[in-house]
């Protein structure tokens, strides 16, 4: 059984940063990421990295300020985030066995990036 735990959410301050982690049992190997879902909007892919660990992509809102890595040794990955805004407050989403490659194969947009295995979410609340 897959199971992912967050945690590292909380509240900052615009400018502040943050360290989310996410610890994933059951399936080791995966391509990993982080989504995030504000009040009244839809879900969106934040960062991705690819099962080898070498390859990550960002959404546009969040190059430069946020960094995804993945320690093997403890089946985590974590999300650096930097000099956060008030629009990154949200529930964010650890996601596990994603479908990048279907998507790059197909021509997909970044908006069609899913995955199959999710955490319960961890807020995170910039106030400016």
């Known amino acids: 059984q897959v199971q992912l735990v967050e945690s590292g959410g909380g509240s900052v301050q615009a400018g502040g940063s943050l360290r989310l982690s996410c610890a994933v049992s059951g399936y080791t190997r995966s391509s990993l990421g982080w989504f995030r879902q504000a009040p009244g909007k839809e879900r969106e892919g934040v960062a991705f990295i690819y099962t080898d660990g070498g390859h990550t992509i960002y959404a546009d809102s969040v190059q430069g300020r946020f960094t995804i890595s993945r320690d093997r040794a403890k089946n985590t990955v974590a999300l650096r985030m930097n000099s956060l805004k008030p629009e990154d407050t949200a529930m964010y989403y650890c996601?596990?066995?994603?479908?990048?490659?279907?998507?790059?194969?197909?021509?997909?947009?970044?908006?069609?990036?899913?995955?199959?295995?999710w955490g319960q979410g961890t807020q995170v609340t910039v106030s400016s």
């Open positions: 996601a596990a066995d994603l479908n990048l490659a279907d998507v790059q194969r197909r021509g997909g947009t970044w908006s069609d990036i899913s995955a199959n295995y």
